[in-house]
């Protein structure tokens, strides 16, 4: 997946400013109730619209996807979560849920990853939205998920995607 430094820049911005609304979330838990918490718990909830995401170590030959469900807060200790479900082999149609703000591998975290002598470097987002999903179309993907996790190529997939959906995704 190629990344610009404009798209870490954003990537950065975005955790941040999540960052900021869960340590809010978390201030008004404790000591504003709960009607304030949970303004702060929705605007957490839409940081992270349902819909197809790319990951950034995939790469045609090993395309890495995946239908995001939402965003969740877990119940006791009020962690945000995200919710989701691979589109590749071995894992096709695993649900599995992802800190949304962790350290180093939170959905959110910005990747900054040096340059080595068997890999290029990268900036950018840990995924990318390709396209937004109702919950509708969320389905009709996971139906097909065992055809989609055999692609390793990037334009055929998103071709099936755009034929199952009836409408265009972008190819690249």
């Known amino acids: ?7 870490f820049g954003k990537a950065f911005v975005e955790h941040s400013r999540v960052s900021t609304l869960y340590a809010m979330y978390l201030d008004a838990s404790a000591l504003r109730g709960e ?12 940081s992270v619209l349902p819909g197809l995401y790319e990951h950034w170590k995939s790469e045609e030959g090993s395309l890495k996807y995946y ?7 877990m119940k006791d200790v009020h962690t945000p979560i995200v919710t989701c479900a691979a589109l590749y082999k ?3 149609g695993e649900m599995l849920q992802w800190e949304l703000l ?14 080595s002598t068997d890999r290029p470097a990268y900036q950018g987002p840990r995924f990318t939205l390709v ?7 969320i389905g009709i993907l996971l139906q097909g998920v065992n055809k ?6 990037s334009v055929k997939f998103r071709m099936d995607v755009s034929d199952r959906l009836h409408r265009s995704i972008p190819l690249f």
């Open 1 to 7: 997946m190629n990344a610009t430094k404009n798209d």
């Open 35 to 46: 009607a304030v918490a949970e303004q702060f718990a929705t605007e957490i909830r839409r």
């Open 67 to 73: 239908i995001v469900y939402g965003v969740g807060l």
């Open 90 to 92: 071995p894992h096709a």
């Open 102 to 115: 962790l350290e180093k591998e939170g959905f959110l975290v910005p990747i900054n990853r040096p340059a």
């Open 131 to 137: 396209e937004k999903l109702t919950l509708k179309e």
């Open 148 to 153: 989609l996790a055999s692609y390793t190529d």
